[in-house]
């Protein structure tokens, strides 16, 4: 049944997933499957597979939990043939736990109360008999003892009795949920007396929107208000509704759920009464709980989403290669610390230099890096962008003035994360006998080399390219990137000689602990000259070796096949290909015109089928090629160093340094990223920013808006557009822009809210100093 549901829902058919699912139980990873079982899964991508891996996890947690559900009821002896069919068939955790809800343990309610003293057979006469007298019929079943002493308290029991029931009905709640689902509004409001310490949530101060159509960063927002104490926010059932005396909707869904109309009968106002207290006592705080929770968890999964996009883009941004490189860790009084690296990462040298403030030593910065790069022939300098980075860059744009023979480059790069870096047990274990402080420097200088290899050193979430990362779930969030770094770096593959053990831990098929002893028997044997030697590894069996080998490189070993990306167990087809070639190893990789010429299908057998083939032809085309981009690096414009230094309707290159579903942050070398909202980012319409943007695209903005003393700064990527100008209409989508209906106020206030340049700096600044500050 799994099986079939996770056909359906990726449109695959049910033998790829088959496949799949007993590749996964078997231990082997979605990076190995993606790439070495093409022909067991029909060529399902690594995309497919993550999504199958998280479906099929949640299925069988379902499945799990229909069983435990079913046993409970049956212990009850409650589960009839057709109840057990609707657990069997609940599709979602949340149909499963409804139908669960009547026979859920749980503490004495006073409708059991009520049950347990005989007043059941009263709820239900008057439910089912308006015409009976609900006075005189509760006369008969006073009760004293079990404190039902008056009619008054009887009915109210009878009332409780028939609350529960309607409250436990998963057919009502479900016809409640879909309605609130598409007509409820999110509302918020500050809390009287925390204006001023709820000033960054002032969009929120008085807030209503479409619960469906709420993005997750303004939901994320709201409910971090709410959590500080400072906001308070509620679910508006009734949105149309001007009148709050008046019946709320979802009372007329129950009424007409149970057919109950009022006709003026003697038990027409007691079920009014029932369906009013049902709604407002049990199944509106019920529904309001749920559906934020529902809105949290979709808000903490797109946050978590754009939070593994980014880092993915980080990841794989372009390496600038194996050249000698100084990093410099800016510092105004603590200095500016030095380290420079060779080309294969190693530290060659480190310094400390004063050029700022107090000290003021710039004459005798400039000269001691200048000696360091004439000494070291330092290719690339790499300048980490936090405080005193202009400044820093300045220094180092005079000193390669100055020094006609130093002919190094210089690139801003972030320096996020190298702090913590620094401090790690993993930077004592590398740099030993270092101070922290210059330790910094060295992550800075080898960022540049290879972003890639220095960042997974790092914990993901001090990398800093999240949206409200402290709000989402923590163990959701860490498998989410660790699946994001795990993909990144077996596309690029990793040498098994130079890898750090960060590194290696991250190869299909290996962990902390193989990582370890690689790095050990590396240390203790040399070199490894192929990959077969990986087997005497401790505790590396033929499982690991078998997920690992085809991403670990070896160059200048003993098989020029280790060095690419063709599997240990393919080697084979290669001896075949040779062998009707009539040419050696060397001569067939790079050889393109023979590798075209080859029949891809002549060299397939029953282990050997033809995608495995054309991707080994492929591979020898071009072994070990490295699927990131051409390295290139953005000129932030001389004199612009501060906040201060921008002017309204100046063009300038940066970096994107963050992509939210709200926009762009740019990086102008300001110390301050500035916003290029959604809105203005192209003349087309988009749905999402990566549509045109990723982390690490250099691109050209124009300044539009300057707030120096809220640190804001607004950018647009329409060159064209003119600051201070009403904004061009954002390109609609199918069906975008029409009037709501009743033209209510919540209803208009939303979709002011989302409306892209309404107040230059509103609710996307807002969110986005938030996340800011959740950095």
Same mark, same amino acid.
């Given at each position: 049944?799994?099986?079939?549901?996770l /056909?359906?829902?990726l449109?695959?058919?049910?033998?790829?997933?088959?496949?799949?699912v007993?590749?996964?139980? +078997?231990?082997?990873?979605?990076?190995?499957i993606?790439?070495?079982?093409k022909?067991?899964?029909?060529?399902l991508?690594?995309?497919?597979?993550?999504?199958l891996?998280?479906r099929?996890t949640?299925?069988r947690?379902l499945q799990d939990?229909?069983?435990?559900?079913?046993?409970?009821?049956?212990?009850?002896?409650?589960?009839s043939?057709?109840?057990?069919?609707q657990?069997?068939?609940?599709?979602?955790?949340?149909?499963l736990?409804?139908?669960?809800?009547?026979?859920?343990p749980?503490?004495?309610?006073?409708?059991?109360?009520?049950?347990? /003293?005989?007043?059941?057979?009263?709820?239900?006469?008057?439910?089912?008999?308006p015409?009976?007298d609900?006075?005189?019929l509760?006369?008969?079943?006073?009760?004293?003892?079990?404190k039902?002493?008056?009619?008054?308290?009887v009915?109210?029991?009878?009332r409780?009795?028939?609350?529960?029931r309607?409250?436990?009905?998963?057919?009502?709640?479900g016809?409640?949920?879909?309605?609130?689902t %598409?007509?409820?509004?999110?509302?918020?409001?500050?809390?009287?007396?925390?204006?001023?310490?709820?000033?960054?949530?002032?969009?929120?101060?008085?807030h209503?929107?479409k619960?469906?159509?709420?993005?997750?960063h303004?939901?994320?927002?709201?409910?971090?208000?709410?959590?500080?104490?400072?906001?308070?926010?509620?679910?508006?059932?009734?949105?149309?509704?001007?009148?709050?005396?008046?019946?709320?909707?979802?009372?007329?869904?129950?009424?007409?759920?149970?057919?109950?109309?009022?006709?003026?009968r003697?038990?027409?106002d007691?079920m009014?009464?029932v369906?009013?207290?049902?709604?407002k006592?049990?199944?509106?705080?019920?529904? %309001?709980?749920?559906?934020?929770?529902?809105?949290?968890?979709?808000?903490?999964?797109?946050?978590?989403?754009v939070?593994?996009?980014?880092?993915?883009?980080?990841l794989?941004?372009?390496? /600038?290669g194996?050249?000698?490189?100084?990093?410099?860790d800016?510092?105004?009084?603590?200095?500016?610390?030095?380290?420079?690296?060779d080309?294969?990462?190693?530290?060659?040298?480190?310094?400390?230099?004063?050029?700022?403030?107090?000290?003021?030593?710039w004459?005798k910065?400039?000269?001691?890096?200048?000696?360091?790069?004439?000494q070291?022939k330092?290719?690339?300098?790499?300048i980490?962008?936090?405080t005193?980075?202009?400044?820093?860059?300045k220094l180092v744009?005079?000193?390669?003035?100055k020094?006609?023979?130093?002919?190094?480059?210089?690139?801003?790069? +972030?320096?996020?994360?190298?702090?913590?870096?620094?401090?790690?047990?993993?930077?004592?274990? %590398?740099?030993?006998d270092?101070?922290?402080?210059?330790?910094?420097?060295?992550?800075?200088?080898?960022?540049?080399?290879?972003?890639?290899? %220095?960042?997974?050193?790092?914990e993901?979430?001090?990398?800093?390219?999240?949206?409200?990362q402290?709000?989402?779930?923590q163990?959701?969030?860490?498998k989410?990137?660790?699946?994001?770094i795990?993909?990144?770096?077996?596309?690029?593959g990793?040498?098994?000689n130079?890898? +750090?053990?960060?590194?290696?831990?991250?190869?299909?098929?290996l962990?902390?602990t193989?990582?370890?002893?690689?790095?050990?028997?590396r240390?203790?044997?040399g070199?490894?000259?192929?990959?077969?030697?990986?087997?005497?590894?401790?505790?590396?069996g033929?499982?690991?070796?078998?997920?690992?080998?085809?991403?670990?490189?070896?160059?200048?070993?003993?098989?020029?096949?280790?060095?690419?990306?063709?599997?240990?167990?393919?080697?084979?087809?290669?001896?075949?290909?040779?062998?009707?070639?009539?040419?050696?190893?060397?001569?067939l990789?790079?050889?393109?015109?023979?590798?075209k010429?080859?029949?891809?299908?002549?060299?397939?057998?029953?282990?050997?089928?033809?995608?495995?083939?054309?991707?080994?032809?492929?591979?020898?085309?071009?072994?070990?090629?490295?699927?990131?981009?051409?390295?290139?690096?953005?000129?932030?414009?001389e004199?612009?160093?501060?906040?201060?230094?921008?002017?309204?309707?100046?063009?300038?290159?940066?970096?994107?340094?963050?992509?939210?579903?709200?926009?762009?942050?740019?990086?102008?070398?300001?110390?301050?990223?500035?916003?290029?909202?959604?809105s203005?980012?192209?003349?087309?319409?988009?749905?999402?920013?990566?549509?045109?943007?990723k982390?690490?695209?250099?691109?050209?903005?124009?300044?539009?808006?300057?707030?120096?003393?809220r640190?804001?700064?607004?950018?647009?990527m329409?060159?064209?557009?003119?600051?201070?100008a009403?904004?061009?209409?954002r390109?609609?989508?199918?069906?975008?822009?029409?009037?709501?209906?009743?033209?209510?106020?919540?209803?208009?206030?939303?979709?002011?809210?989302?409306?892209?340049?309404?107040g230059?700096?509103?609710?996307a600044?807002?969110?986005?100093?938030?996340?800011?500050?959740?950095?």
């Amino acid at each position: 049944m799994i099986i079939n549901t996770l /056909a359906n829902e990726l449109s695959v058919n049910s033998a790829q997933v088959d496949a799949a699912v007993s590749l996964l139980d +078997s231990g082997a990873t979605v990076p190995f499957i993606a790439r070495y079982r093409k022909e067991a899964t029909q060529g399902l991508d690594d995309t497919q597979l993550r999504n199958l891996e998280q479906r099929l996890t949640y299925l069988r947690e379902l499945q799990d939990r229909k069983q435990v559900i079913l046993k409970s009821i049956e212990e009850q002896g409650k589960l009839s043939e057709a109840l057990q069919a609707q657990i069997t068939d609940a599709a979602s955790k949340t149909t499963l736990e409804d139908l669960y809800l009547p026979y859920k343990p749980r503490r004495r309610t006073k409708g059991q109360i009520a049950i347990e /003293a005989g007043l059941e057979p009263l709820a239900n006469t008057l439910f089912e008999d308006p015409q009976q007298d609900p006075e005189a019929l509760a006369a008969r079943y006073l009760n004293p003892e079990q404190k039902f002493a008056d009619t008054k308290a009887v009915l109210e029991g009878a009332r409780f009795i028939l609350m529960e029931r309607f409250a436990e009905d998963a057919a009502l709640l479900g016809k409640i949920r879909q309605y609130l689902t %598409e007509q409820a509004f999110i509302e918020s409001s500050v809390i009287i007396g925390k204006e001023k310490q709820a000033q960054k949530y002032k969009d929120y101060f008085s807030h209503a929107e479409k619960l469906k159509s709420v993005p997750s960063h303004r939901a994320l927002a709201m409910f971090r208000g709410r959590n500080e104490g400072v906001l308070q926010i509620q679910l508006n059932a009734d949105p149309q509704q001007q009148d709050s005396q008046a019946s709320s909707h979802c009372e007329q869904i129950i009424a007409q759920h149970y057919q109950i109309m009022h006709r003026n009968r003697p038990a027409d106002d007691f079920m009014q009464q029932v369906v009013k207290w049902a709604w407002k006592i049990k199944i509106a705080l019920h529904m %309001e709980t749920e559906l934020f929770s529902g809105l949290r968890e979709r808000s903490e999964t797109e946050a978590i989403s754009v939070f593994a996009k980014n880092l993915h883009d980080l990841l794989m941004a372009a390496p /600038a290669g194996a050249k000698t490189t100084m990093g410099l860790d800016p510092g105004l009084r603590t200095g500016v610390k030095v380290a420079i690296v060779d080309k294969t990462g190693k530290v060659l040298s480190t310094n400390t230099i004063f050029p700022h403030a107090p000290q003021n030593a710039w004459d005798k910065s400039v000269r001691t890096l200048a000696n360091l790069c004439k000494q070291h022939k330092v290719e690339l300098i790499s300048i980490g962008n936090g405080t005193g980075s202009r400044e820093t860059d300045k220094l180092v744009s005079e000193m390669l003035k100055k020094e006609d023979t130093v002919k190094a480059q210089k690139v801003m790069v +972030s320096e996020a994360g190298a702090s913590v870096y620094s401090a790690s047990e993993l930077a004592s274990k %590398e740099l030993p006998d270092m101070d922290v402080s210059l330790r910094g420097a060295v992550s800075i200088a080898r960022r540049l080399q290879d972003p890639l290899a %220095e960042l997974v050193k790092i914990e993901p979430k001090a990398i800093g390219v999240g949206q409200y990362q402290h709000d989402v779930s923590q163990s959701q969030l860490g498998k989410s990137l660790d699946r994001v770094i795990e993909d990144s770096v077996n596309a690029v593959g990793v040498d098994l000689n130079m890898a +750090s053990p960060a590194l290696l831990s991250y190869v299909s098929g290996l962990n902390k602990t193989l990582a370890h002893n690689i790095v050990q028997y590396r240390d203790t044997h040399g070199a490894f000259t192929n990959r077969k030697t990986l087997l005497k590894v401790d505790r590396l069996g033929p499982k690991a070796f078998e997920q690992a080998a085809g991403f670990l490189r070896i160059y200048q070993g003993d098989n020029p096949l280790d060095q690419s990306a063709v599997h240990p167990e393919s080697y084979q087809v290669i001896d075949a290909i040779t062998a009707k070639a009539q040419v050696s190893v060397e001569a067939l990789i790079g050889n393109t015109e023979l590798l075209k010429s080859l029949d891809a299908a002549a060299f397939t057998s029953d282990k050997f089928g033809l995608p495995t083939v054309r991707d080994i032809l492929s591979e020898l085309d071009k072994p070990g090629r490295d699927p990131r981009p051409e390295f290139k690096t953005a000129s932030f414009k001389e004199g612009v160093e501060t906040i201060a230094d921008l002017t309204v309707g100046m063009i300038l290159e940066g970096v994107v340094s963050n992509v939210a579903n709200f926009g762009a942050f740019v990086d102008v070398g300001v110390h301050q990223d500035g916003l290029v909202h959604i809105s203005a980012l192209t003349d087309k319409f988009i749905s999402d920013p990566r549509e045109v943007v990723k982390a690490g695209d250099i691109v050209k903005v124009k300044v539009m808006e300057v707030d120096a003393d809220r640190k804001r700064i607004s950018f647009s990527m329409r060159l064209d557009d003119t600051p201070g100008a009403p904004k061009p209409a954002r390109p609609a989508a199918k069906n975008a822009g029409k009037k709501p209906k009743g033209g209510n106020k919540p209803a208009a206030k939303a979709q002011r809210s989302s409306q892209p340049g309404n107040g230059a700096m509103g609710n996307a600044f807002a969110d986005a100093f938030a996340k800011a500050k959740d950095k």
